[in-house]
């Protein structure tokens, strides 16, 4: 099945934050798929009991719901990283303007390339940002590049900024 490019933004925060926090665990096989992402949904559930009432209201409830919803319309064999939502920094979303400014809608690989070919330090000279925090901004940005990749639009990691 194919999976729409912009499918990230039918998952909600909280989802894509255990998403990312698989993608980041080296002890966990990677690519993570959906179905690795619902194993690490249920091993943080503890079995409590928990009145009726109160079960709707649930996070790790609504977790498994959302992760079930998702492998039961795209397999648990889909790569999980589709399903995250991009993200930038403050200070990320401060370079990406820039780069919009001045390079129309760069990748995130033609940012990349432009931080580091002095957008980044005309930013820094312009007191935009700390000359101590560009390569914490150009790490942010080559980890960004991996997870969604070089072709991805710079602009649309900053739906979550």
Known sequence: MSIPENVFEHTSEALSAVIGSVLDDEELAQP???????EAVLAEV????????RFAS????LLRDEIDALIDEYGGDALAVRFMRPGASELLG???EAGLDELGTPSVDELFQAAESGLLAR??????IDD???QHILAELKTLMDRHGGDALAENLLDNA
């Open 46 to 53: 503890k079995t409590i009991t928990v009145p009726l009432n």
């Open 58 to 61: 649930d996070d790790g409830q």
């Open 132 to 134: 101590d925090e560009a």
């Open 94 to 96: 401060r370079l990406i």
């Open 32 to 38: 993570a798929t959906l179905a690795s992402v619902r």
């Open 123 to 128: 930013l820094i000279g312009q007191g935009e």
